[in-house]
C-alpha cells in the first residue's frame, strides 16, 4: 500500500523518529492507527444517555419545549438600530 503524506506529517514522522520513540516510519504510522483505532472503539462503547439518567425530571422536555409543538414560532419586529462608525 502507497499513502501520500502532507509534508507537515512527513516532518512529524521524521520527528518522531529523531526523538528516538520510534525506529522507522512504518513504526510511527502503526502506533498512530492503533491509538485511532482504540479510540474509536472507546467512542462506540459510549452509550448516549436519557434525559433522566441525566438528571432531568421526567417528561421534563415534554411539559416545557413538547407544549409548543403545535404553536409557530414568530419573531416580533424590531426597531431601528442606531449605525455605529466602522473600525477601519
Known amino acids: 500500500m502507497n499513502v501520500s503524506l502532507t509534508p507537515e506529517l512527513e516532518q512529524f514522522i521524521q520527528a518522531q523518529i529523531e526523538s528516538g520513540k520510534y525506529a522507522t516510519a512504518t513504526e510511527v504510522i ?3 492507527l492503533r491509538t485511532f483505532a482504540a479510540k474509536g472503539h472507546a467512542e462506540a462503547a ?14 421534563f422536555f415534554e ?3 413538547g407544549c409548543l409543538q403545535n404553536e409557530p414560532l414568530m419573531r416580533y419586529p424590531q426597531s431601528e438600530y442606531e449605525m455605529r462608525e466602522s473600525l477601519e
Open 30 to 32: 502503526v502506533d498512530a
Open 46 to 59: 459510549v452509550q448516549p444517555k436519557t434525559p433522566e439518567e441525566l438528571g432531568w425530571p421526567a417528561d
Open 63 to 65: 411539559q416545557t419545549a
